[in-house]
Nanobody
Framework: QVQLVESGGGLVETGDSLRLSCAASGGTFSTYAMGWFRQAPGKEREFVASINWRATHTFYADSVKGRFTISRDNAEKTVYLQMNSLKPEDTAVYYC??????????????????WGQGTQVTVSS
């Protein structure tokens, strides 16, 4: 069973940057797509970004394209989300997820096998 632990969240101002990390343990990491998702109060959890096992394919939600960058370090079993030019509407709990099956190009909310506990990101206006 895989355990995922997110870190790096916090309270920032509009236009600031944050880097989230998600460290995996207890299972195979390097052959699985990883993703970041977020959930704002009163809203459903939504897709933010995904990266395949070799980091050759990345996918982003339109709302974060050009501002967020997902990356991974398979040796460290960690996936990152660099968030720049943050906006108040980015405020949410951010979760990382690992795909159920190996070798896929992307992970979706429906295909996540394990979730982390989440890290809060708050962007003040």
């Amino acid at each position: 069973q895989v355990q995922l632990v997110e870190s790096g969240g916090g309270l920032v101002e509009t236009g600031d940057s944050l880097r989230l990390s998600c460290a995996a343990s207890g299972g195979t990491f390097s052959t699985y797509a990883m993703g970041w998702f977020r959930q704002a109060p009163g809203k459903e959890r939504e897709f933010v970004a995904s990266i395949n096992w070799r980091a050759t394919h990345t996918f982003y939600a339109d709302s974060v394209k050009g501002r967020f960058t997902i990356s991974r370090d398979n040796a460290e079993k960690t996936v990152y989300l660099q968030m720049n030019s943050l906006k108040p509407e980015d405020t949410a709990v951010y979760y990382c997820g690992i795909d159920q099956r190996p070798w896929n190009l992307r992970v979706t909310r429906q295909s996540v096998g394990y979730w982390g506990q989440g890290t809060q990101v708050t962007v003040s206006s």
